[in-house]
């Protein structure tokens, strides 16, 4: 349960009026705002964070390390599927969104997709691809996984469980968040027909090798086509029509915690104007909070995959429940494993 007033565990007076404490983030590298953490110690003094990198590999890989590591982290930057599935397991703390007065001026959209934290971000899986290279580029994902062949050793795919699947079960015409173990088996099968085919899977910067030339196409996510595509105009982005699987991804506490007056101090800090333009600057990602607009990039605001279209065929992801988790799991060992 949260503790009890501003101190840590063990927590020592830092100067007159003010305890230590440290808040211990499971975060992707870099996913936060340049200097973000440097200037939330600095307006509360005896308070730090501390990162730690995610582990690698989507939702099973993110869920298995809070849990084979319960009460070392406070609180972890997950999608609304991997809350959902941690909630399930017992390992998430319980959010009291009234103690973060800031979090009203994200749309109600985005707070009831995530409702476990605050939500900070939101994502969408398309397709990258250079048109110096490719000459006919795929407009959905059933063409993706025929020309796949063509462009051997030149696709990228990510190093994450429910996006790979998701596109997969699209190009088949299943539910992205299928816990059908035939339509589950049908995509594990169509994702390892290409596999040698493949470059890599990554976990990041997938959008480096369409940068470099070294690739053709890259199935990415919208922050990394942004990150690469202003500074080469060959890089192009393909929302295929049977729709892109999409996530609001945010800060969940986690089960044990002890610092929740720390915590909501850093998500209410989090959400001033420029502090969060920052976190979008330095991240290209798709913003939620209306009122940071004005501080945000410009390249970022008008770039056509960031841009949020409550009309745009998205495929939010969704917790089915702890049986559909496990043949997912297992699924996707198998193609880790092909």
């Not at 397709?127 to 959905?140: A, E, H, L, M, N």
């Amino acid at each position: 349960m949260w503790g009890e007033g501003g101190s840590s565990a063990g927590g020592e007076t830092a100067q007159a009026g003010h305890q230590t404490a440290t808040l211990k983030f499971l975060n992707y590298p870099d996913w936060i705002g340049k200097d973000e953490y440097a200037a939330f110690a600095a307006a509360n003094p005896g308070v730090t964070v501390v990162e730690t990198a995610l582990a690698e590999g989507g939702v099973s890989a993110i869920s298995a390390q809070i849990a084979q590591n319960k009460g070392a982290y406070d609180f972890a930057m997950v999608g609304e599927t991997t809350a959902a599935q941690l909630k399930a397991g017992g390992l998430l703390d319980e959010f009291d969104p009234t103690l973060v007065p800031g979090i009203t001026n994200i749309p109600q959209t985005f707070r009831d997709i995530y409702p476990y934290g605050l939500p900070t971000d939101l994502g969408k899986v398309g397709i990258g691809y250079r048109d110096d290279k490719v000459s006919k580029p795929p407009t959905t994902w059933k063409q993706l996984f025929e020309m796949i062949p063509q462009y051997s050793g030149q696709v990228i795919f990510p190093n994450y469980d429910v996006d790979v699947l998701g596109i997969a079960l699209l190009a088949l015409g299943h539910d992205v968040n299928s816990g059908n173990e035939s339509e589950l088996d049908a995509a594990r099968d169509l994702i390892i027909s290409v596999k040698p085919h493949l470059k890599a899977f990554l976990s990041t910067d997938q959008g480096a090798s369409l940068a470099d030339k070294s690739s053709a196409i890259a199935v990415f996510y919208d922050y990394s086509y942004a990150s690469v595509a202003p500074k080469d105009p060959a890089i192009k982005w393909s929302a295929p029509t049977e729709g892109l699987p999409a996530y609001v991804e945010g800060w969940a506490p986690l089960a044990g915690m002890k610092q929740m007056p720390q915590l909501v101090k850093f998500m209410q800090f989090h959400l001033q104007p420029k502090v969060y333009a920052g976190f979008i600057n330095a991240t290209s990602s798709a913003y939620l909070l209306p009122e940071a607009e004005p501080y945000i990039d410009a390249a970022i605001k008008n770039d056509p995959a960031l841009k949020y279209d409550p009309s745009q065929n998205l495929k939010f992801y969704e917790f089915k429940g702890a049986d559909a988790v496990k043949i997912r799991s297992q699924v996707w060992e198998q193609i880790k494993a092909a």
